[in-house]
């Protein structure tokens, strides 16, 4: 069975709506936060399958996923990290509520 590089676009494109229809429309920082990570992995499967199945099929575009998993997790761990300390001074975690950056 032969998958077709559109497959993998439709794929993604599902994702990155769905992320990006989180991240925009939720009000909770955590479910914001996970939107962004659909979002990045819509951008890793795109790589990917162009890696796979681009004019020059080369390994770069799954090296780049590489690159952009760890930013992902670097971006987790700053994002709860900050989450952690506006929820223990806010006692919140909407988005909406935390507009100042001092009391």
Known sequence: MDIHISSYLL??????CVGLFGAL???NAIIVLL???LML?????NLVAFSKYGLHAAVTG????LFTMTVAAAEVAVGIAVLIALYRNRDTVNVD???KLKD
């Open 35 to 37: 939107s962004i990570e």
């Open 25 to 27: 429309t939720k009000r």
């Open 11 to 16: 794929v993604a494109l599902i994702l990155f």
């Open 97 to 99: 509520e935390m507009d």
């Open 41 to 45: 992995n819509a951008v890793n499967i």
């Open 62 to 65: 799954q090296i780049f996923t």
